[in-house]
């Protein structure tokens, strides 16, 4: 026993367990502290894009919800897909109404049938069904809406172009605690520019459902949100015109994508002008060369005016891409309650063109700009029951083409959704647009953040090692 004493009052002895001991409190420190951060669920999305985190916008609809809600994941536990996993758990980090729940489809098929919205439907594994608790209205969403597949045609194979989880699980949270359904009706019978599918993915994230209709047999359904209109390939039937004022004039909303060949089409042109706008019958051509892409005067870079429905997309200098434009010219008589506002104009340096001229220099004769590319028009309707009415009018048609949409970095998309929303009294930041997968990009840090890390890592370090040497030598000296 004393030979023991002895061997601890040996100083080498001494310092050497004090050593040892100071090392696995350490080790003991950081096992706690990441203990205490994995149950807190602290944790940062360094992806340059945020891949794997859900915006303010998400948080803040998480953070509204009153009924108990439930996402269930249809997957073998362990074989979730790690793109979206954690992002959908995040959901209960943020809502103690929210729980997430992975059941194996195998294991509970009558749980999987009460949630189907077919009977024939072939549920695959990682899809989610979102439930409201209080009302079990719920919304299934298959594995396949979650991520978006690309084919690479130099290596042949498929490979993650967007991850939709949060545009998807936001969208179904609103819906199954909302009372109200969105409905948009896309307006069919004549020939249709057809809304392309990747427009209607946008729109249906956005938390609306899509419906054709064609107006030339059937009326427009009281439930109509909104009616969407595209150029037709020839004029409307005074019949197709009745039936879209009458609609209006009950506090419809229309969003018209219509280009310069509409105004050749008279009964078309007739709803235009009892909402006070015309449709020119001529292009667009940009002399501002900041204001077109270059060599090509007829594809636009509009200035977009001041408003709820391009202030998300200004914020972030955004810009919308308007192929073959014309422009909207407000009617000389109107009445007094309508109101028109221009949304999209060109610059002071536009003109104008035939689309037959073989030239586009401006020559004379040729109308000078600024022109309005796009318009938003209010109108009440003063009856037994105020309506208002809502349109969004736009000069060209060529911004729903998905590739014209790709070259605006999704610009376009944002802001037709955004101008939807905004005939529905919805704020423009409840679109949520997909995420690219994170990249691998080399790591890039601000000039703040570097010198963060130069002072953690060259003063505070070596400062907190040379107070621990001191405090060592110290007791030494001491002993």
Do not use: C
Request: glycine share 4%; charged share 20%.
């Amino acid at each position: 026993m004393n030979k023991v004493t002895e061997t601890f009052k040996n100083p080498k002895v001494k310092y050497g367990a004090f050593s040892t001991l100071t090392a696995i409190g350490v080790i003991v420190v950081l096992i706690v502290v990441n203990f205490i951060f994995t149950s807190l669920h602290v944790s940062y999305d360094v992806s340059t894009n945020k891949s794997y985190s859900i915006s303010k916008y998400s948080i803040a609809i998480i953070k509204k919800v009153q009924d108990p809600i439930t996402i269930y994941v249809w997957a073998k536990p362990g074989s979730e897909y790690p793109e979206f996993k954690n992002m959908i758990m995040d959901y209960a980090q943020y809502s103690s109404r929210i729980q997430v729940e992975v059941r194996d489809p195998n294991l509970y098929p009558q749980l999987v049938e009460q949630f189907k919205t077919d009977p024939a439907l072939s549920v695959s594994s990682n899809s989610v069904v979102v439930v409201n608790g209080k009302t079990n209205k719920f919304k299934f969403i298959d594995a396949a809406q979650l991520i978006t597949l690309g084919f690479d045609p130099q290596t042949y194979k498929d490979y993650v172009q967007s991850i939709d989880v949060e545009p998807q699980i936001t969208n179904a949270i609103e819906y199954v605690t909302s009372d109200k359904t969105y409905i948009i009706y896309s307006m069919t019978g004549n020939g249709e520019l057809a809304l392309p599918e990747k427009l209607v993915n946008a729109i249906q994230l956005a938390g609306y459902e899509m419906r054709d209709l064609n107006v030339l047999t059937k009326d427009i359904p009281q439930d109509a949100s909104l009616l969407f209109a595209t150029t037709p390939a020839k004029d409307w039937t005074p019949e197709m015109a009745n039936k879209v004022k009458a609609y209006l004039q009950s506090g419809g909303r229309a969003f018209f994508a219509l280009n310069y060949m509409t105004s050749g089409f008279p009964n078309v042109r007739s709803v235009l002008d009892a909402y006070g706008v015309s449709l020119n019958d001529k292009v667009v051509i940009e002399a501002d060369i900041g204001k077109a892409l270059p060599n090509q005067p007829t594809v636009l870079l509009p200035n977009m005016e001041a408003n709820e429905i391009t202030k998300s997309l200004t914020d972030k200098q955004y810009n919308v891409l308007l192929p073959v434009a014309t422009d909207i010219k407000p009617n000389s008589v109107k009445r007094n309650s309508l109101k028109v506002s221009p949304l999209l104009t060109s610059s002071a340096k536009s003109y104008t063109k035939n689309s037959s001229a073989q030239r586009i220099e401006k020559a004379a004769g040729d109308e000078s700009g600024p022109f309005q590319l796009a318009v938003i028009i209010s109108d009440y309707t003063d009856t037994k029951t105020v309506y208002e009415t809502k349109l969004v009018v736009m000069g060209t048609d060529g911004l729903i083409s998905p590739e014209v949409n790709s070259v605006s970095g999704g610009t376009n998309y944002q802001f037709i959704v955004n101008a939807v929303n905004w005939t529905q009294n919805k704020a423009s930041g409840s679109y949520i647009p997909p995420k690219a997968p994170n990249s691998s990009v080399p790591l890039q840090v601000s000039g703040g953040q570097a010198v963060l890390i130069t002072v953690v890592t060259v003063i505070l370090i070596p400062l907190v090692i040379l107070l621990i040497g001191i405090v060592v030598w110290t007791r030494r000296r001491n002993s």
